[in-house]
């Protein structure tokens, strides 16, 4: 299998970057390597699920910008009866997935080479992200385990808040550096270390 190599590898500069006060950064943004991030479109949702659901370990959020987890494992709503699970690469997690959903079920599409994300966490993250995006990101409208789909600037992008202050970037892997320059440029007033 050919080694997959980060859309952000020219990019990732560690070090601080912006108005870092006390040396003490605002914000940590980094790449996030090594997923498997699988799209599940059912053609009948409760019997995609009922056959993934002891495989994947957690039911699937049938509510719009639900998340549901289990361990490592998260599965995120995209759409009516679509899905992007996503995990660390510990097991062959398309292979697992396509065994207990036919195609008469649901249609299956490996998206991890696909997909770069960049993690932004710290306190503020919710800011940063504020500036880029149309959405209402305050806690009560946007809490953790909860995922949407938005433009940041003109790039296309998956939200997935996986807690109060960090957030996962998922984009299409020829805009990566795009996304990662819109993102550390809108951060530069806070202050953000390159992890």
């Known amino acids: 299998m050919p080694e997959r190599r980060s859309a952000l590898a020219e990019c990732l500069r560690p070090g601080?970057?912006?108005a870092v006060a006390a040396g003490s950064p605002n914000l940590a943004i980094g790449e996030v390597t090594d997923l498997a991030m699988v799209q599940v479109a059912a053609i009948d949702a409760a019997q995609a699920w009922a056959a993934l659901a002891p495989a994947i370990g957690t039911s699937a959020p049938l509510a719009r910008h639900g998340v549901a987890s289990s361990g490592l494992t998260r599965v995120l709503w995209t759409g009516p009866g679509?899905?992007?699970?996503?995990?660390?690469?510990?097991?062959?997690?398309?292979?697992?997935i396509a065994e207990?959903?036919?195609?008469?079920?649901?249609?299956?599409?490996?998206?991890?080479h696909a997909r770069t994300v960049i993690r932004i966490e710290g306190n503020a993250a919710r800011p940063v992200l504020a500036k880029l995006c149309t959405l209402d990101?305050?806690?009560p409208a946007f809490p953790a385990d909860?995922?949407?789909?938005?433009?940041l600037g003109q790039i296309g992008a998956l939200l997935d808040c996986r807690a109060d202050d960090t957030f996962d970037i998922?984009?299409?892997r020829g805009f990566a550096v795009s996304a990662w320059e819109t993102v550390t440029d809108a951060a530069?007033?806070?202050?953000y270390q390159v992890r």
């Open 137 to 139: 990101f305050d806690p």
């Open 16 to 18: 601080l970057y912006g």
């Open 100 to 112: 207990r959903c036919t195609p008469e079920i649901a249609a299956i599409t490996d998206l991890s």
């Open 82 to 96: 679509r899905w992007l699970v996503c995990e660390p690469e510990s097991r062959d997690l398309v292979g697992l």
């Open 146 to 151: 909860t995922c949407a789909q938005t433009q």
């Open 188 to 191: 530069l007033e806070f202050g």
């Open 170 to 172: 998922a984009v299409y």
